[in-house]
């Protein structure tokens, strides 16, 4: 079984238009993350969520939103999408907060946005 | 702005070899960690060396901190062709999980 799953795993679309991007986790962690990688392979984390709050939101644009409805999701949504938004994007999870000494992350395999 | 920086930025070596890769930081840490990117996945987790260790070892990995210069090292030993991926630092800087750019490592077989 896949740890941290996240669909779909490619994701092509049109200027304007508005995409979700699914993640699961089944390892019972209590934070979970989304980081955007772009074309020269630099990782930034986006958002996190424990427990239901949200505890960090990197300064990312307001068209990003993550939902989490319960501790085994954080979706993340986009609205209006632009071309500067294609990149691959990731959603992670670890057993603690990052304050704490267990924060390793468990990524999943990643989804490849396109905005065209 | 960048917590972890590592280098060189790619690397490529003959299988058997062994690739050393460095890592700086700027901040105090609780922890560094070194992760694995193979070509179009995941970052998968090798290890993590917390501010009071000076090494650790795992499998053909050795890591090695020190926090008088906020350098890490990580050293791959006898290397395979499979071990071919970017290996990235991460620490934690201001609630954030920072990355650095990362290390490209070539094993030539």
């Known amino acids: 079984d896949t740890a941290v799953s996240q669909t779909p795993k490619y994701l092509v679309t049109q200027m304007g238009n508005d995409k979700s991007i699914k993640c699961e986790q089944n390892l019972g962690h209590d934070t979970m993350y989304w980081y955007k990688q772009d074309s020269k392979k630099f990782l930034k984390i986006m958002f996190s969520y424990n427990n239901k709050e949200l505890i960090i939101n990197e300064t990312v644009p307001n068209r990003f939103s993550p939902k989490s409805p319960d501790k085994a999701h954080l979706n993340l949504h986009i609205n209006s999408l632009e071309l500067g938004d294609s990149a691959v994007y990731f959603c992670?999870?670890?057993?603690?907060?990052?304050?704490?000494?267990?924060?390793?992350?468990?990524f999943g395999a990643g989804t490849r946005l396109s905005v065209l | 702005s960048q917590q972890g920086e590592e280098d060189p930025q790619a690397l490529s070596i003959q299988e058997g070899e062994n690739a050393t890769m460095n890592c700086s930081y700027k901040t105090s840490i609780n922890n560094l960690q070194w992760y694995r990117q193979n070509s179009g996945r995941g970052l998968v987790h090798l290890i993590l060396i917390r501010s009071n260790e000076r090494e650790k070892h795992s499998g053909r990995l050795r890591v090695t901190l020190d926090t008088s210069k906020k350098s890490s090292s990580l050293l791959i030993t006898a290397s395979r062709a499979a071990d071919t991926a970017s290996y990235f630092c991460a620490t934690v800087l201001a609630q954030n999980f920072v990355f650095g750019p990362g290390t490209r490592l070539s094993v030539l077989p």
């Open positions: 992670a999870s670890s057993p603690t907060g990052l304050a704490g000494d267990l924060n390793i992350q468990y």
